[in-house]
């Protein structure tokens, strides 16, 4: 067990009470992203706003062509 993995749930849930527009920050991005370019995203923490991105644009992780 990781020093992070007991402060892992309650993080969560500081992230998702609503400070945060994931949906809104990842419009935003998408806006600024050419059709198929890749994203990294580094230092996640949940993921939330990767998330977000993928409910824009649904890649396939088989597909050359994915986002």
Known sequence: MNEYTGIADYYDLLMTRGYYNYEKLA??????VYPHQKIIEI?????LLLEALLNIN???RNSPDSF
């Not at 419009?27 to 600024?32: D, K, L, P, R, S």
């Not at 230092?43 to 993921?47: A, D, E, I, N, S």
């Open 58 to 60: 649904p890649y396939d």
């Open 43 to 47: 230092g996640v923490g949940t993921g």
């Open 27 to 32: 419009q935003a991005i998408a806006e600024m």
